[in-house]
């Protein structure tokens, strides 16, 4: 990677990266973190695990104009909102003969055409997560409500949770993902940096309260929102990424939001991104395969 390529800011960003960039290994993490559980997936023909996941957000910008534009009515009958953009991840994804999680948000009694519909073009090879609001990390009430209306909706189980804004406080949020009886969440992240937030990159069990965390390792709107990377730098950032993670194993979580899929030029990173994990012989994994590894 050539330093000379970023602006100071990145620069300065990036040298915080390098600290977190480089996850532990298994026996180092057992180490650091006694009360947790920590899995060790059986990747023995494999240098890295990778699991595809997408939030669906809606921009604010968006939300006032279909607010301001169309009636409640119209608001439920064209489904508040489009799902063309998750319709082009999914059949990106299966061109590579690939599945992923998509976690949508159910803010209220509104979103119910909309997850009725997301439900009905995600086939048997998608998993359908709750994408929870943000005050549910410490809200068991609410992460309830939100659990039962998408199941509602949906007509499925969601047994999985990823938080929008990543908020995640640990104690309080695990209390809440149990109370709520989700198994799986994705929510231990950074959303201004890419890389393995307290050095883990491996699926564990927090205090031993039953729910799997599923760390995240890169999310699309951090490299041009926060790190304000061109698609070409946020790429080689990935990779650079992968190959370190390929040191000491473990899982690499990718959550390229809806939102983007419509703008090519970062779609493009998305589809680079998992040809670059192709050819690193990544084992790309479901939540469901998860739960054959755990018997
Ligand atoms: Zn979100």
Not at 15 to 34: A, C, G, M, N, Q
Not at 187 to 213: A, D, L, Q, W
Not at 227 to 236: D, G, V
Request: with cysteine; aromatic share 14%; net charge positive.
């Amino acid at each position: 990677m050539n330093i000379n390529e970023f602006n100071s800011y990145q620069i300065a960003q990036l040298d915080y990266w390098k600290e977190i960039s480089t996850p532990y290994s298994i026996d180092t993490l057992k180490r650091v973190y006694p009360y947790h559980k920590f899995l060790d997936l059986d990747v023995k023909d494999c240098n890295i695990v990778a699991f595809l996941s997408h939030d669906i957000d809606f921009s604010p910008e968006r939300h006032l104009f279909v607010k301001a534009n169309f009636t409640d009515r119209a608001k439920e009958h064209i489904g508040i909102y489009s799902l063309d953009d998750i319709q082009k991840i999914i059949d990106l994804e299966k061109e590579y003969g690939l599945k992923s999680t998509i976690f949508s948000p159910v803010f209220n009694s509104k979103f119910t055409r909309f997850t009725s519909n997301l439900s009905k073009i995600l086939d048997s090879r998608f998993e359908l997560g709750l994408h929870a609001s943000p005050r549910c990390s410490s809200d068991a009430e609410r992460l309830i409500y939100e659990k039962k209306l998408i199941e509602k909706n949906t007509g499925r189980d969601v047994d999985s949770c990823r938080i929008h804004r990543l908020e995640y406080h640990y104690q309080k949020t695990i209390d809440s993902l149990k109370k709520a009886g989700f198994l799986y969440d994705s929510t231990f992240g950074y959303n201004n940096t890419i890389g393995f937030r307290g050095g883990i990159s491996h699926i564990f069990m927090p205090y031993k309260k039953n729910v799997i965390e599923i760390p995240l390792t890169i999310m699309d709107m951090t490299l041009w929102k926060y790190l304000r990377l061109s698609p070409t730098n946020s790429l080689k950032l990935i990779q650079e990424l992968i190959n370190r993670a390929t040191q000491n194993g473990g899982i690499i979580t990718l959550n390229w939001h809806s939102d983007y899929a419509s703008y090519d030029e970062f779609f493009t990173v998305f589809r680079k991104t998992i040809e670059f994990l192709i050819r690193k012989d990544a084992r790309f994994i479901t939540i469901n395969q998860i739960k054959e590894f755990l018997g």
